[in-house]
């Protein structure tokens, strides 16, 4: 009577202790889970804050160069698509990340091209307003390169430990998902040609 006791305090002990791992398990991927939400909307926004400042550098530069509708044209609407492409942190696809990265690569491409019409108006380059605008797109740049690096850097710890063993069984069990990373643009890995 005695061993068998002692057996079954051992088997309450080791089941207590069992789903307190367990608990703790899922609180830890929960709270992974929403760092990646946390730093998926940090990247959002600042996209945000850099279509926030574009109406106001292609309205500076207008008063400058009226005959370069199209370029304006064209961040507009690279702006249009771009602020439309909007992705469920929870849901978040490969697929998904790719559209977004795409609509945001065009406006990069776009905002390229206003910057180089700009290089050809002397005037525009010395004018305060468009100095001030082009500093603060270049501060949002890097702000956008340092939290789409923090989400890739978040996203890979989530990853690494949905997949790691225990925390894998109740990752299936409660739907823990796989997140996708940032990736580098294509043509990123060629350096430019620089001609003088």
């Not at 079954?8 to 398990?25: E, K, N, P, T």
């Not at 600042?46 to 574009?54: H, K, N, T």
């Not at 929870?90 to 697929?95: F, H």
């Not at 001030?132 to 390169?145: D, P, V």
Request: aromatic share 10%; hydrophobic share 45%.
């Amino acid at each position: 009577m005695k061993t068998s006791r002692i057996i079954l305090i051992v088997v309450v002990v080791a089941l207590v202790l069992l789903v307190f791992r367990g608990c703790s398990g899922y609180n830890n991927l929960v709270t992974m889970r929403e760092q990646v939400n946390r730093d998926w909307a940090n990247v959002e926004n600042v996209y945000q804050r850099r279509a926030d400042l574009i109406p106001n550098l292609v309205e500076t530069v207008k008063g400058y160069a009226a005959h370069e509708q199209e370029t304006f044209t064209q961040v507009v609407e690279a702006r249009a698509k771009a602020t439309s492409v909007t992705i469920d942190a929870a849901n978040m696809t490969e697929a998904d990340l790719k559209r977004f990265q795409a609509a945001q690569g065009e406006i990069s491409s776009a905002l390229s091209r206003l910057i180089a019409v700009a290089e050809s108006y002397p005037d525009l380059k010395a004018n305060q307003n468009f100095l001030e605008l082009q500093a603060q797109l270049e501060g949002t740049e890097n702000r956008i390169a340092v939290e789409r690096r923090n989400f890739n850097t978040t996203a890979q710890t989530y990853n690494t430990a949905i997949k790691s063993f225990p925390a894998v069984i109740f990752a299936g069990w409660f739907g823990f998902k796989e997140r996708p990373y940032f990736e580098s643009q294509e043509g990123a890995d060629v350096a430019p040609k620089v001609e003088f």
